[in-house]
């Protein structure tokens, strides 16, 4: 799924990414289910994530990951935002909450170290 830079439309997706960028992460996976996003880990070997999803998709995605991991890529630090409304359509996440947790970014981390949020 992308998210053009260029897109002007208000929306979390967009607050989202641009705060993302903004903190230093060298990429963004706006992905519409857990297949996509495990894809991007694999190929992009992130050392964080921070997976804003319904309960259902953020449990199979620690779970994805840490197959994922099993097979010789390196666990991700992860940070686990969970939806305020669930569903397919017009589903809703805490905007300030997540960029909040997003802005932490990994520019404090040295690359082996891990931090908890939450």
Do not use: F, H, W
Not at 13 to 39: M, N, Q
Not at 40 to 51: D, Q, S
Request: hydrophobic letters at 40%; aromatic letters at 2%; glycine letters at 10%.
């Amino acid at each position: 799924m992308q998210c053009p830079d260029d897109c002007d439309l208000p929306c979390a997706i967009r607050s989202l990414r641009e705060a993302a960028v903004a903190a230093g992460y060298k990429g963004v996976c706006i992905a519409p289910g857990g297949r996509l996003a495990l894809r991007y880990v694999e190929e992009n070997r992130p050392r964080g994530i921070v997976a804003v999803a319904c309960d259902k998709e953020l449990a199979a995605g620690v779970n994805g990951v840490k197959e994922v991991s099993a097979k010789g890529i390196p666990l991700p630090s992860m940070v686990v935002i969970p939806l305020a409304r669930d569903g397919c359509v017009d589903c809703e996440v805490d905007e300030d909450e997540a960029i909040r947790t997003i802005r932490l970014g990994c520019r404090e981390c040295a690359p082996t170290e891990r931090r908890r949020v939450g």
